[in-house]
């Protein structure tokens, strides 16, 4: 089960059934099944609350993700800074709606077992976040 909800924010504008059975899918693409997944959409100061207490880390992020996997079953908690998530947007020239796929894609591509933070992982992250974003046009009404 895939669970969405905001603190401190308004929730954004998606669409759930067709995001997460594009989550699924992608999972599916890792020979991946998906068990539960939160998603937490925050604002920035309250992912800087997040990253300080939990990870130790003093700076704004767009995205922290908790692993709980079971062997080929992803849980976890995802939590979103949809500010950063617009700044990152208009930084890189992207729609909104595009980078929080992005985004909300990327956690999901952790829980999987994709790293970004080694030598040559953040080109492997990049290209496996363009793949699923590609599916996007598979799942209809996203």
Same mark, same amino acid.
């Not at 997460?20 to 068990?35: E, H, L, M, N, S």
């Given at each position: 089960?895939?669970?969405?909800?905001?603190?401190?924010?308004?929730?954004?504008?998606?669409?759930?059934?067709?995001?997460?059975?594009?989550?699924?899918?992608?999972? $599916?693409?890792?020979?991946? &099944?998906?068990?539960?997944?939160?998603?937490?959409? /925050?604002?920035?100061?309250? !992912? *800087?609350?997040?990253?300080?207490?939990?990870?130790?880390?003093?700076?704004?992020?767009?995205?922290?993700?908790?692993?709980?996997?079971?062997?080929?079953?992803?849980?976890?908690?995802?939590?979103?800074?949809?500010?950063?998530?617009?700044?990152? $947007?208009?930084?890189?020239? &992207?729609?909104?709606?595009?980078?929080?796929?992005? /985004?909300?894609?990327?956690? !999901? *591509?952790?829980?999987?077992?994709?790293?970004?933070?080694?030598?040559?992982?953040?080109?492997?992250?990049?290209?496996?976040?363009?793949?699923?974003?590609?599916?996007?046009?598979?799942?209809?009404?996203?």
């Amino acid at each position: 089960m895939i669970t969405y909800s905001a603190e401190g924010i308004r929730m954004p504008q998606i669409k759930k059934r067709p995001t997460t059975a594009w989550i699924k899918a992608v999972a $599916a693409q890792y020979g991946r &099944k998906v068990g539960e997944i939160g998603y937490m959409f /925050v604002n920035d100061e309250k !992912i *800087l609350e997040v990253n300080r207490e939990y990870l130790g880390h003093d700076f704004y992020t767009d995205i922290i993700t908790f692993d709980y996997d079971e062997d080929d079953v992803i849980n976890g908690d995802i939590v979103i800074s949809l500010d950063t998530v617009r700044t990152n $947007a208009d930084k890189f020239g &992207k729609q909104y709606d595009d980078e929080l796929h992005r /985004v909300i894609i990327h956690g !999901i *591509l952790h829980l999987c077992g994709i790293d970004d933070k080694g030598p040559g992982e953040r080109e492997i992250m990049e290209a496996a976040e363009n793949r699923a974003l590609a599916m996007l046009g598979e799942v209809s009404d996203l």
